[in-house]
């Protein structure tokens, strides 16, 4: 038994002699929510594989809770939400859900699970007249149903309408509450800064990011974009003072290392009344994600 509810361990994928997977290492503790990001062809699709015991190593180790990949007991333990899923057309939601609940072997509240996932009133018709949101949402229903230490989210969001995609994150909250370590692929850049807990970043197999947003803010050293609106015709002084860049004639734009973001602040107070308002907007997650999966970065 392991603290982790997921251990990745210098994980190695071959593919001939391309190499896919180099040197992965990753853990996601109960009840935490950890963003896995990367270009296509970054090897995200190939780890959820082999946490899955769907690929095997070359070299290297996963654990789910301290069992091997592709076991019964891991098997009990995940849960596993593809980007394109389907079931059976001709089941109802009601159906397809109690099915999935014999099979594991439990009993459910198949009318309380489906209502969470906002299926209540769609349980009992037929699978094939779901959107494709629909399905996404009865597939969550489906993760909910097993109550896993280890969730599995591939593009969980893809195809759902804004108002979806917020209800979604909630159950994903829900699940990590309750204890599951939940591992989201995605490339919805805002939702997972705004929804997560940590960000791992893949290139070309190598992981070259994993902390918090704050910490890798801070390691990355990205500017914070200071924007001082000006009082009357004050935008030249402060663009002389500040040796910021003029915007739409009446603001000024100024960037900011991280150790002079207090000096450029106190500079912007001592102009007094020259300033109409400031807006600050620290690095956000594209920017980090640019910076950590160019080239080069490791």
């Known amino acids: 038994m392991t603290d982790n509810a997921l251990t990745i361990e210098n994980v190695r994928k ?7 997977l180099d040197d992965v290492s990753l853990t996601v503790n109960p009840g935490e929510r950890v963003a896995l990001l990367g270009h296509n062809g970054a090897g995200k699709s190939t780890l959820i594989k ?3 015991g769907l690929t095997p190593l070359t070299s ?5 809770d301290g069992a091997r990949p592709g076991s019964a007991r891991a098997r009990r333990l995940t849960a596993y939400l593809p980007e394109a899923v389907s079931f059976h057309p001709a089941l109802t939601g009601r159906e397809q859900l109690t099915l999935f609940a014999r099979l594991d072997g439990q009993g459910a509240d198949i009318p309380g699970l489906l209502d969470r996932v906002g299926l209540g009133d769609a349980m009992d018709r037929r699978i094939g007249a779901y959107s494709k949101g629909m399905r996404q949402r009865l597939g969550l229903a489906q993760v909910l149903l097993g109550q896993p230490k280890v969730a599995l989210l591939d593009e969980p969001t893809s195809g759902l309408d804004p ?17 599951s370590a939940v591992l989201i692929a995605s490339h919805a850049l805002t939702e997972v800064e705004a929804r997560t807990d940590r960000i791992a970043i893949l290139r070309k197999g190598v992981k070259v990011a994993d902390d918090t947003l704050e910490a890798l803010s801070t390691q990355a ?7 001082i609106r000006a009082t009357g015709t004050h935008a030249d002084q402060i663009a002389e003072t500040m040796g910021g860049t003029r915007i739409n004639g009446a603001s000024v734009e100024v960037l900011c290392a991280p150790d002079q973001k207090m000096a450029r602040l106190r500079d912007v107070a001592a102009m007094g009344d020259a300033v109409a308002d400031i807006e600050m907007t620290p690095p956000r997650l594209e920017d980090l994600y640019r910076y950590y999966a160019k080239e080069g970065i490791q």
């Open 14 to 20: 071959d593919r001939g002699k391309a190499t896919v």
């Open 50 to 52: 082999t946490i899955l």
């Open 60 to 64: 290297g180790r996963v654990s789910i």
């Open 163 to 179: 108002i979806s995609r917020q209800d979604l994150y909630a159950i994903i909250d829900e699940l990590a509450a309750q204890g």
């Open 221 to 227: 050293g990205l500017p914070t974009k200071l924007r």
